[in-house]
């Protein structure tokens, strides 16, 4: 069974930095990319960051580039989130998603499992 299960979510304040951790296990997933989206209340789920299979490419929603960065250690069968400077926009449940190819998905039509999800808060 694939489980893809996050944590590191939490409730900060406007410029603080949270980690997002995401364990994965029930296939192997260092072949494929990896990667983050997020859902605020009310509104769609988005794209956010993701990384290629070997950590070769990165891509990143604009509003997050220059104070996110995804990561991934296949050796722990895990992907990160380092979150950086955080701003209220960010508050939203963020999502672990592993895509169908090695290249880094962007659309939530590549996506091909989905963890339950972690709350991340940022007041101003």
């Known amino acids: 069974q694939v489980q893809l299960v996050e944590s590191g979510g939490g409730m900060v304040q406007a410029g603080d930095s949270l980690k997002l951790s995401c364990a994965t296990s029930?296939?192997?997933?260092?072949?494929?990319?990896m990667g983050w989206f997020r859902q605020a209340p009310g509104q769609e789920r988005e794209f956010v960051a993701s990384?290629?299979?070997?950590?070769?490419?990165?891509f990143y929603i604009d509003s997050v580039k220059g104070r996110f960065t995804v990561s991934r250690d296949d050796a722990k069968n895990s992907v990160y989130l380092q979150m950086n400077h955080l701003k209220p926009e960010d508050t939203a449940t963020y999502y672990c998603?592993?895509?169908?190819?090695?290249?880094?998905?962007?659309?939530?039509?590549?996506?091909?499992?989905w963890g339950q999800g972690t709350q991340v808060t940022v007041s101003s």
């Open positions: 029930g296939r192997d997933f260092s072949g494929v990319a």
């Open positions: 990384v290629s299979r070997n950590s070769g490419r990165t």
């Open positions: 998603t592993n895509g169908r190819g090695p290249m880094p998905m962007t659309r939530m039509n590549d996506i091909d499992d």
